[in-house]
């Protein structure tokens, strides 16, 4: 008699509709924080950074617990108060630090090493050896992203870099955490999303007001951009990238990132810009870049042949069970995944 199976998050094993779903679903996070540049530049007043993040945040935090009305317990306290830090409270204000100092095609390459950081992260933190096939794809998409944002006008100001790329660093940190620690039993993605908002504006919140305060008018454009960063840009978003991060391999997950500056591209071709022949083969590479890291590379892996249904301990075959005691698989094959 089988028991219950366990399919591994992302594994092989999960039906190729259902991980494409998923994928696409998840891309969306990305493609609408493409959205964040256009909004800062051209419908925010400047100057504001923390205000900004602060109200990106707290109000779609506060929505997301009314309506999950759950609750940290025990060490999910500390833990949401750190994801919440690295993913909202850090990121959000150096994002608009980076978007008010840098051309978009800088602050836009800077973002685009994200995976790489993961990449390395992941290694330390999740013991997750990347492959070969998704570093070397991970590189082309910065390439791709660099042809596409940079060209000669492209200036560097220090504190914007800076700003970019802890940002970048604090994200990436913050999804391999999301990756090592998961879930609390019982609680979905809304209300993990609701905690990091809330954790992160009441960071945020202090701050604002000992060092920015808000801007002296806020005008109907900036009311609608402050609108659409912190519903669509902030809670829906970030719950559909939580939800991802709990099913996709970290490895597939972090690359999705490279559709924000290709959104930001597609806007500013859509608001009179024109791409040159190295612009479009940069596009082109970093989206097969994208594409690329969600092949199922990992079939085989440092050894291990991952087939189908990982069960959690346990043999998945009869043969397994009844073989005989000088053939019968190791208890560490089984854990390991080598037996099916």
Do not use: C
Not at 6 to 33: E, N, Q
Not at 60 to 83: D, M, Q, S
Request: aromatic share 6%; hydrophobic share 50%; charged share 10%.
């Amino acid at each position: 008699m089988r028991t219950p199976t366990a399919r591994a998050p992302g594994a092989p094993g999960i039906p190729y509709a259902h991980r494409a779903a998923t994928v696409a679903l998840t891309a969306v996070a990305p493609a609408t924080w493409g959205t964040t540049y256009v909004v800062t530049t051209e419908l925010l007043p400047p100057g504001h950074p923390l205000f900004a993040g602060m109200l990106r945040a707290l109000p779609g935090g506060l929505v997301a617990l009314a309506i999950t009305r759950v609750l940290p317990r025990g060490e999910w306290w500390w833990k949401a108060a750190v994801l919440g830090a690295l993913n909202i409270g850090a990121l959000y204000p150096l994002l608009f630090v980076a978007a008010e100092r840098l051309p978009g095609g800088v602050a836009a390459t800077l973002g685009a090493a994200q995976p790489l950081m993961v990449a390395g992260l992941a290694l330390v933190l999740l013991h997750d050896q990347p492959t070969a096939w998704r570093s070397i794809w991970s590189v082309l998409g910065v390439v791709g992203v660099g042809l596409v944002v940079l060209g000669p006008q492209a200036r560097l100001d220090a504190v914007g870099v800076v700003a970019g790329l802890a940002g970048t660093a604090g994200m990436a940190a913050g999804i391999v955490l999301t990756k090592r620690w998961g879930l609390p039993a019982g609680v979905g993605p809304l209300a993990l999303t609701g905690w990091q908002l809330t954790a992160g504006g009441l960071l945020l919140l202090p701050l604002t007001a000992a060092f920015e305060g808000a801007p002296p008018s806020i005008g109907a454009g900036a009311a609608a951009g402050y609108l659409w960063l912190g519903s669509v840009g902030g809670l829906i978003a970030s719950t559909l990238w939580f939800r991802g991060l709990g099913r996709l391999p970290v490895g597939a997950s972090a690359p999705l990132v490279l559709l924000s500056p290709l959104v930001a591209a597609v806007i500013g071709v859509a608001m009179g810009e024109s791409l040159s022949a190295l612009q479009t083969l940069g596009f082109a590479l970093a989206l097969a870049a994208l594409l690329a890291a969600q092949l199922p590379t990992g079939a085989v892996r440092t050894g291990r042949v991952r087939t189908g249904r990982v069960r959690t301990g346990r043999a998945r075959t009869g043969r397994a069970r009844t073989a005989a005691p000088e053939h019968r698989p190791h208890d560490h094959d089984v854990r390991e995944g080598r037996i099916r």
